[in-house]
Every structure is written in structure tokens, then in C-alpha cells.
């Protein structure tokens, strides 16, 4: 059975870090994209980042440049979302996906075959 979990998740303060985890299970993540997406209360589901299975391609959302970084071990099975200087409006549900495409893939929009549970990250003072 093909899953993804997600971890990582809590309340932070503005500013501050949080990691987020996605652990595959039921197959091997090297030839799958990864992407990140965040749903927050009343709104719609938006990607957040994406990385490629080669890892020589990644892209990122406007709202999230140069405070969010991408990573994947695929020896490990796993792909990470480093979140620093949060903000209050990062506050959402966040969730992996992964999807079977050519190694330089990498896409923000909801073109992912599996999805994880989501994982809640609340930035409050």
C-alpha cells in the first residue's frame, strides 16, 4: 500500500523554524516528484513547493522564496520542507504528494497521484 506521512508540524512563533517531514512507504520515492502544498482555513489548497526526482529541479511559491528550501534523501525514503522566518499566514495544513514523471518534473499545481494526511502548522505569538 502506497502512503505518505507527514511530520513536523506544531505552533511556532513568527520568525521562527519549523521542518517538516514526508516519509514514503509502500515504494521507493526515486522516480516520483515531490511536491508541498498548504491549505488554510477558508481557502484553497495552494502549492508551496515542488522538487524533482533527479533533485536538480525545484520551484517555489512567491509567498515562500527565499525562507523555504526543498530537500529529498532518496536513500532514506524521505523529502523535507526546512520553513524558516514564519509568518502568521504560513498557518495552514501542509501536505506531501508524490507523482511518477520524467526526472526534471516539478510542478505547483494539483497534478500529484498520492497524497499524505497533512500536517498542521500554526504561527502564533
Known amino acids: 500500500q502506497l502512503q505518505l506521512v507527514e511530520s513536523g508540524g506544531g505552533l511556532v512563533q513568527p520568525g521562527g523554524s519549523l521542518r517538516l517531514s514526508c516519509a514514503a512507504s509502500?515504494?521507493?520515492?526515486?522516480?516520483?516528484?515531490i511536491g508541498w502544498f498548504r491549505q488554510a482555513p477558508g481557502k484553497e489548497r495552494e502549492g508551496v513547493s515542488c522538487i524533482s526526482s533527479s533533485v536538480r529541479r525545484t520551484n517555489y511559491a512567491d509567498s515562500v522564496k527565499g525562507r523555504f528550501t526543498i530537500s529529498r534523501d532518496n536513500a532514506k525514503n524521505m523529502v523535507y520542507l526546512q520553513m524558516n522566518s514564519l509568518k502568521p499566514e504560513d498557518t495552514a495544513v501542509y501536505y506531501c504528494a508524490a507523482v511518477q514523471r520524467p526526472a526534471l518534473w516539478c510542478s505547483l499545481k494539483y497534478e500529484y497521484d498520492y497524497w499524505g494526511q497533512g500536517t498542521q502548522v500554526t504561527v502564533s505569538s
Open positions: 509502500g515504494f521507493t520515492l526515486d522516480y516520483y516528484a
